[in-house]
């Protein structure tokens, strides 16, 4: 069975940092994260391909937060520095099977359950 578990996320001030992963069971060619705000449609946060370790980022999150995957652990993370109030969401891990290296659209395939992410004010 395929599972993609997620960590991390949680209650920082503005400015802070906070640190996501997200394990995977399965070989993939691409893991990433997107993320949801209330009221806003789910939009790409950051992506990585396993095999070269090629990454994509959100414009809106580029030099703040840095992908990373673990292939000893088979696992991605996502460290979130700078944090603003607007990155307040739920962040979601996915993992792609599709050989593409238009990270931002591919289809990603399946989903983890997701973990919330605050930052206040």
């Known amino acids: 069975q395929v599972q993609l578990v997620e960590s991390g996320g949680g209650l920082v001030q503005a400015g802070g940092s906070l640190r996501l992963s997200c394990a995977a069971s399965f070989g993939w060619y691409a893991m990433g994260w997107f993320r949801q705000a209330p009221g806003k449609e789910r939009e790409f946060v950051a992506a990585v391909t396993w095999r070269t370790g090629m990454k994509d980022y959100a414009d809106s999150v580029k030099d703040r937060f840095t992908i990373s995957r673990d292939s000893r652990t088979s696992t991605i993370s996502l460290q979130m520095n700078s944090l603003k109030p607007e990155d307040t969401a739920v962040y979601y891990c996915?993992?792609?099977?599709?050989?593409?290296?238009?990270?931002?659209?591919?289809?990603?395939?399946?989903w983890g359950q997701g973990t919330q992410v605050t930052v206040s004010s």
């Open positions: 996915a993992a792609t099977i599709e050989n593409s290296r238009y990270l931002k659209t591919v289809t990603y395939n399946y």
